[in-house]
């Protein structure tokens, strides 16, 4: 072969035949530069007799691949290549002894990992451990449990290896693969030569720190050639363990930080807008988009739905482009929920029946109480809202210039003042009850979250009115708040345009989980930006999710 993969790569990016983002453009640079720096020798043979191993031997587990061997893209061709190729020129030492792989999901980086962990099971050095880590247990079986798939359909019968629960063998050689989470008891005391650290955006401990992946290391201490590989997709932790490691690449590719030994290899965009914008600038984050192993129709659609649900938006940046997301960005834009309405009163449903929602607070947040009622053959749902503050809480300058306008909303019989430093919550169940005397009003449920409810709550029983827990955590809360947002873009929801409402709404932010689950908390976590509105509204929505049937035998 006459050129390298990394110039064959290389020359493929130049003639626009592939597509990559700035990073990947500048860590090649400075691969090619390394080719003639005299501090490295660069031998691939090592490499490529791994390569032919795993496209002979390394057989997949997923249709529509299952028992083909793989077929190594020249992108991967091009990262093992570098990993395994630069020696340093005074000991023969291989040079790099850390990678980092950032790459959007679906673009075969577990099976790719998988099988360099099948290769050194069967052609590797003898007495060597491989250790596959990951924050999750659940996480660090995948690259593992798809060693021990390749192990299995390779070598059915077990006459060179073997499995158990807990690990994956080669007796004769004595190779050991294992698994170690943060779950895993004892973390120290392991003899570790190579490490695979699966999906690191999960590691959620601060300062930019990691128990597992610091175990890992120093179960590396006595290698000559320990080798760290950290592959990964960005997630919704920020300031975490993967944002250190980052921030540490691009300065070591930039030529901020010298640090000859790790191998940076980033997949992202290089900004938001060229994902909307440009169809074949996906390349930069999904470099095997090109080869069909993660499929364009799939990303459109996906695109599609992004630009009408924030929370996809969310989701599909972080996980498919690779953009980094703040853990709460903003929820509605202003045109979502600050649209013309028709503004009812409470006597315009007289004798009707509701569905309401609170969100208790005792002392420095609102509370918030709100209704909802709808009506045969109108599609509108009508929203009627009230909120409690303390007396403490009126001069608020922290509240004001987050833009609150207490003393105007309760002037304009938006609002109720309790006495003190604390929301009377028997108030709340008071005003309930209080519609049926005043507008012959009947609350069907009453959703509540169970923080501070107990007064509330023993208060509802007196006037036996049906109450639900709706507990504030992602699993309850994310498909409610999913079809607010739809409800509002879609406007279908009448608040009257309250402007408390508005408020809170306007301060909602999105903050999502691993699972793609979401709640709503305040913009930058900032304690005067008060949601109690915005979060009541996800509550009401989740108690009609609950009972939509039978409310909706009252209203017929």
Partial sequence: MDKTYLEQYDEEIRKGNIIVGNWIRKELDNLLADLNDPRFIFDPAHAYKRFKFQERFCLQSKAPYYMQPIKLMLWQKAFWEA???????????????????????????????????????????????????????????????????????????????????????????????????????????????????????????????????????????????????????????????????????????????????????????????????????????????????????????????????????????????????????????????????????????????????????????????????????DDKKYVFSHYWLPASKLDSSDDKNAGAKYKEWIKDGYMTVCDGNDNDLTLVADWIAGLKNKYNIRVVKCGYDVRFARDFINRMDEYGIETEVIQQNPAVMSNPMRLVEADLKSRVINYGNNPVDKWCLSNGAIEMNGKGQILCVKIGKQPSRRIDGAVTLIILYATLQRFRSEYMRYVK
């Fill in 83 to 377: 990993l395994y190729s630069f020696k340093m020129a005074d000991t023969g030492l291989r040079r790099f002894n850390e990678a980092l792989l950032e790459v959007a999901r679906k673009n075969g980086k577990s099976t790719m990992f998988a099988a360099d962990g099948n290769t050194d099971l069967f052609i590797g050095e003898g007495g060597t451990d491989i250790c596959c880590a990951s924050n999750d247990d659940r996480q660090a079986k995948l690259i593992w449990r798809e060693i021990g798939g390749m192990r299995a359909r390779l070598d059915p019968k077990k006459e060179i290896t073997g499995a158990n629960l807990v690990e994956i063998r080669n007796e004769a050689k004595n190779i050991t693969v294992f698994r170690l989470s943060s779950k895993t008891q004892n973390k120290d005391g392991f003899n570790i030569d190579k490490t695979y650290l699966d999906e690191s955006h999960d590691i959620k401990e601060e300062n930019k720190q990691s128990e597992i992946a610091e175990a890992c290391w120093r179960g590396m201490s006595s290698k000559d050639e320990p080798l760290f590989m950290n592959c990964t997709t960005q997630g919704f932790n920020r300031d975490c363990y993967l944002d250190g490691k980052i921030e540490t690449a691009k300065a070591v590719i930039s030529g901020e930080i010298e640090d000859i030994h790790f191998l940076p290899f980033l997949y992202e965009q290089d900004s938001e807008s060229e994902v909307w914008q440009d169809e074949s600038s996906w390349q930069k984050s999904n470099p095997s988009i090109i080869y069909g192993v993660k499929k364009v129709a799939k990303l459109k659609r996906d695109i599609g739905t992004a630009k009408r649900d924030n929370a996809t938006r969310i989701h599909l940046l972080c996980k498919d482009f690779n953009i980094p997301q703040n853990t709460a960005a903003a929820w509605l834009m202003l045109e979502d929920y600050d649209y013309e309405q028709e503004v009812k009163s409470l006597e315009d449903f007289r004798g009707c029946f509701c569905l309401a929602a609170v969100d208790l607070a005792e002392t420095t947040d609102l509370t918030n109480c709100k209704l909802l009622f709808m009506r045969p053959n």
